[in-house]
């Protein structure tokens, strides 16, 4: 879906947008990529973002022309409920423009992956569709390509603008999670980030469904710079994204890339069984040589509920684990797609 080589900048605005929506006509011709030149991708995973897409298209459209390289643009639609598809689908009248429809909500781990296997350049720019990811830092993304690097991410400066409590619960997630010295995941790094192909066909070769996007982009390593930026407030609408999302989202991430909950269990039971056993050494012989009753039934009682609590939540915890071998084993798709619309400038196919 790469914009063509031998077009001129895009002229009119969508037909099915209305005016109110639409970009305002070129006036000038851009300057013509030549044969060969290197491509880029721009992957935008959605869920009820109409609003914000409206803006974001035709501002997106004029920093890709003025890379001086072939582009597209790719618009996954997460199940939205509102008009995103529809808004995304009349920008596919024009050429570099790709929107594809999943068939539910899905979850943006599944849009992103979606997005990758459709995304065909050189290099893929991942961003969110609200505006918070400033696309004006594609310029200097590419900038640090061309130099050399073969992922650049971008990482918040600061988080003010968070609750305490997930600020805490950030800090508390980045230290667990990097609790292995085998890689480690970039603290306040999200998903706005270039990736060179080489990386996006790493990641796509990984077959695992339970996927923590964050941990992946570590986990395949490659040589990568960091982008400090302020993200900007959203430009319309609220997040859908609620403490129950990111509790969620932690737990896949502690499952799917470390162990020690698991080992955590093995010494919590281990710390707990030696004195309980050293106790009831001391009961016995106790009672063997002095003749003392046993007494204390109501510290027996709280003894045998307090062992019990800790016996189901590490049963817990092994159940993570557990369900996350059970999605692998089922095999199921990550997604489903109900529409593509949009075509191939350079193969002539959707």
Known sequence: MISPTNASRHSR?????????????????????????????????????????????????????????RWEIIVVDDGSTDDTAAVAEAWCELSGFRCISLSRNFGKEAALTAGL????????????????????????????????????YAVREER????????????????????SDRFAVPKDAGDFRLMDRKVVDALMSLPERSRFMKGLYAWVGFRAVALPYTPAPRAEGH???????????????????????????????????????????????DHLLFGN???GWTTIVVSLM??????????????????RIYEEVKGRPLYVVREERGTGIETGKP
């Not at 918070?132 to 992922?151: D, F, K, N, Y």
């Open 13 to 69: 605005a969508p037909a099915r947008l209305q005016q109110a929506e639409a970009p305002a006509p070129r006036t000038t011709t851009p300057f013509t990529p030549p044969t060969g030149a290197r491509s880029i991708s721009c992957v935008i995973p959605c869920f009820n973002e109409a609003a914000n897409l409206r803006h974001l298209l035709p501002l997106l459209e004029d920093i890709l022309w003025a890379t001086h390289m």
């Open 239 to 285: 997040s859908t994204f609620n403490a129950r999302r990111l509790v969620r989202l932690a737990i896949d991430g502690l499952t799917a890339f470390t162990t020690w909950p698991l080992r955590m269990v093995s010494v919590v039971g281990l710390l707990l069984a030696l004195p309980a056993f050293g106790y009831g050494a001391f009961v016995a012989i």
């Open 160 to 179: 003010s603008d968070e609750s305490r409590f997930k600020q805490i619960g950030s800090r508390l997630f980045y230290s667990l999670v990097n609790s």
């Open 117 to 152: 296997a459709a995304a065909t350049g050189d290099a893929v720019v991942l961003l969110d569709g609200d505006l918070q990811h400033s696309p004006q830092l594609i310029h200097t993304m590419v900038a640090q390509w061309v130099a050399g690097a073969e992922v650049v």
């Open 293 to 295: 009753a046993v007494s």
């Open 306 to 323: 307090f062992f019990i609590g800790i016996q189901m939540i590490s049963t817990g915890i092994v159940g993570e684990y557990i369900a």
